[in-house]
Nanobody
Framework: QVQLVESGGGLVQAGGSLRLSCSAS????????VGWYRQAPGLQRDMVAR???????NYADSVKGRFTISRDGAKNTVYLQMNSLKPEDTAVYYC?????????WGQGTQVTVSS
């Protein structure tokens, strides 16, 4: 059973920064991709950023240039550095990992950006 544990959420003012962490119970290189998704109240869960096993990354248009996804294989951790945060970034952020067509999710961490 794969476990993903997110941390690093919180309350920040617009223009501020946060770094989210997703710690996996197994090597992050065993997954074909690890990503961050977010879900605001009443809205669907959308992809924010993801990194593939070979290192390729992609981002939602709304966060390009502001968010950066990275990983530390020694710590089995994927990070999401979020800069220039906006109130519309407010959501619960979830870590996702894909392995052999299986999707795994963390419990989520709340990010709130005040104006």
């Amino acid at each position: 059973q794969v476990q993903l544990v997110e941390s690093g959420g919180g309350l920040v003012q617009a223009g501020g920064s946060l770094r989210l962490s997703c710690s996996a119970s197994r090597s992050i290189f065993s997954f074909s991709a690890v990503g961050w998704y977010r879900q605001a109240p009443g809205l669907q869960r959308d992809m924010v950023a993801r990194i593939f096993s070979g290192g390729i990354t992609n981002y939602a248009d709304s966060v390009k240039g502001r968010f950066t996804i990275s990983r530390d294989g020694a710590k089995n951790t994927v990070y999401l550095q979020m800069n220039s945060l906006k109130p519309e970034d407010t959501a619960v952020y979830y870590c996702n990992a894909i392995q052999l067509a299986q999707n795994y999710w963390g419990q989520g961490t709340q990010v709130t950006v005040s104006s």
